[in-house]
């Protein structure tokens, strides 16, 4: 069992950066690959970024490559989403979650965090 809190949503101007920030709790964090999804107003809920249970294998959605970055500690049970060069369309709300492998695909995490409001301004 895994349960997961994100912060570090908010409000910023285009161009600006902000960090996401997601604490899982558990023994077993370690042995979990991470994923943040976002999901918009009237979309889908899509892929962002995955980190492998180790940190040395990341994925990134082409819309956040060279912009975003996933990464993790395992001593300290977090995952972080830094993003730079935000742009009005990366608003969404953003969820950590936790799956058993690298995945793309939501429907193969089996936990979710509450999500967290990420708004870009133009």
């Known amino acids: 069992q895994v349960q997961l809190v994100e912060s570090g949503g908010g409000l910023v101007q285009a161009g600006g950066s902000l960090r996401l920030a997601c604490a899982a709790s558990g023994r077993t964090f370690s042995s979990y690959a991470m994923g943040w999804f976002r999901q918009a107003p009237r979309k889908e809920r899509e892929f962002v970024a995955v980190i492998n249970w180790s940190g040395a294998n990341t994925v990134y959605a082409d819309s956040v490559k060279g912009r975003f970055t996933i990464s993790r500690d395992n001593a300290k049970n977090m995952v972080y989403l830094q993003m730079n060069s935000l742009k009005p369309e990366d608003t969404a709300v953003y969820y950590c979650?936790?799956?058993?492998?690298?995945?793309?695909?939501?429907?193969?995490?089996?936990?979710w965090g509450q999500g967290t409001q990420v708004t870009v301004s133009s």
């Open positions: 979650a936790a799956t058993g492998w690298s995945s793309l695909k939501p429907d193969e995490y089996a936990y």
